[in-house]
């Protein structure tokens, strides 16, 4: 997916200006890029729509950076449709907490469940796995195995009713001081009456403070009516998506929060213990879009573009196409600088050179004041400048003529002067280039 995103937009950074069919172009591919990535066609269509209509407002169109607005629309939806805020896990104020996981089987339940506690040991919890699955002959002994690993008590109860188990749990967490329960339940290879069934029934026993879907990220298409169907069914509060260190095509994380508006609190990525991340939705929409390349290629033609700009406009002012508006922005230029005065002296050798000839900044103001009381043409074609036009132009700055003329002889000066620069740099370049 994320390759796909970034072939998209490079397409479109390539153009400078964006028209309504390079959105509507642009838009095609995306949608193409998501479903093939398994994210839930409706929520596509939505996403397409919200994303257009925000993309092909004029002041999008018409900015310097057509490009990177989209690009920036994109993920800012990406974001949204993952859940604008981090869900953090949040564990209520009631001892022992419980936390029960509920989803299909082998989706990722019991390795999550050790996760979990290993996370909350981290931060001084001490939790208690309990075994509800009580149809997979392994599943005990598989949390029981996690469970010594991170060093996390088990309870297994008689490994025949769920139902019981799961309250005979809450009672050792209260007798063994355990503050926090998770409850691994059982899953069954599809949506079935009877594992829902089971999970209200566990549910209503012991009243979780909160119920975690566990998701494989590799469902695919289906994912939607597997959530939709617990949410119904169960209900729960956030999901954990496993197994996102598979191939997985990510679609099911863009699709949970759309379709149920229930936060993905975790992403697991691994078999081991601590491979459980918190999810940030940011993080996530950056990840899907290559962002970390994307930003730094958008970065990098920023600057390409900038410096193409300047170079064009130096290149004119260095051809003695110098106008007086060109003067002016020297001018600002230098005193953005810090003054000539202090430009020159902070040369080698500048105190000397500057001698008497001590730049007046007064000057600089004033010449400003000069070419501000020109027309348009005159700034761009100073040969224009007549004798009635330099009368005109002294009487509007409350000048001199002779101060005008000063203003225009300074300008010739400094054209024939970057005439000269030039043709130097072009015979050293010439030089270079025959060597
Ligand atoms: P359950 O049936 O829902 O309890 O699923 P399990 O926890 O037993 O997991 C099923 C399989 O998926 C096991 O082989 C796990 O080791 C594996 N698994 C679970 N989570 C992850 C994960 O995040 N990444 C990978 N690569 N494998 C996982
Ligand atoms: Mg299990």
């Not at 390349?293 to 990098?300: A, F, H, K, N, P």
């Not at 920023?302 to 922005?329: H, I, P, S, W, Y």
Request: net charge negative.
């Amino acid at each position: 997916l994320s390759e796909r995103l970034q072939g998209i937009f490079s397409g479109l950074r390539s153009k400078g200006r964006l028209t309504e069919d390079d959105i509507n172009d642009a838009m095609r591919e995306i949608r193409l890029a998501l479903l093939e990535a398994d994210v839930n066609f409706k929520v596509v269509k939505a996403f397409v729509k919200r994303t257009k209509e925000r993309c092909l407002t004029a002041d999008v169109l018409d900015s310097l950076t057509p490009a990177q607005n989209v690009i920036k629309i994109v993920l800012d939806e990406l974001t949204e449709l993952l859940g604008r805020t981090d869900s953090k896990l949040v564990l209520g104020s009631r001892i022992p907490n419980v936390i029960m996981l509920v989803g299909l089987q082998g989706s990722g339940k019991t390795t999550a469940a050790a996760k979990l506690a290993y996370r909350l040991m981290q931060e001084s919890h001490a939790p208690l796995l309990v075994a509800c699955d009580v149809y997979r002959p392994a599943a005990a002994d598989q949390l029981q195995t996690l469970g010594d690993e991170i060093g996390a008590r088990v309870y297994r109860g008689d490994g025949r009713d769920p139902v019981a188990i799961a309250r005979e749990g809450v009672q050792d967490a209260i007798d063994s001081l355990r503050d926090v329960v998770i409850i691994d339940t059982a899953g069954r290879l599809h949506v079935d009456d009877d594992m829902m069934a089971e999970a209200r029934a566990i549910r209503d026993a012991v009243r979780p403070d909160q119920i975690l879907m566990v998701v494989d990220a590799m469902t695919g298409q289906d994912v939607v009516n597997v959530v939709e169907a617990f949410a119904a069914e169960v209900d729960f509060d956030g999901v954990i998506m496993s197994k996102m260190d598979g191939d997985a095509r990510g679609g099911g994380a863009l699709s949970i929060r759309e379709v149920t508006g229930k936060p993905i609190k975790f992403i697991s990525s691994g078999e081991k213990p601590d491979s459980l991340e918190e999810f940030h939705p940011d993080r996530m929409a950056k990840r899907i879009l290559g962002m970390g390349d994307v930003v730094s290629l958008i970065e990098s033609a920023v600057r390409v573009q900038q410096a193409e700009e300047e170079a064009v406009e130096a290149e004119r002012m260095a051809k003695g196409n110098l106008t007086l508006d060109d003067f002016v922005t020297m001018n600002r230029q230098i005193r953005k600088m810090g003054g000539v005065s202090k430009l020159v002296s902070a040369l080698p050798g500048g105190d000397k050179a500057l001698g008497s000839g001590q730049v007046d900044e007064g000057a600089l103001d004033a010449m400003e004041v000069i070419i501000n009381s020109m027309t348009k043409e005159e700034r761009a074609r100073p040969e224009v400048l007549n004798g009635s036009r330099r009368a005109r132009i002294a009487a509007g700055a409350g000048v001199t003529v002779t101060e005008v003329n000063q203003l225009i002889k300074k300008f010739n000066e400094t054209k024939k002067m970057m005439r000269k620069m030039t043709a130097g740099i072009e015979q050293q370049a010439g030089k270079k280039g025959k060597r």
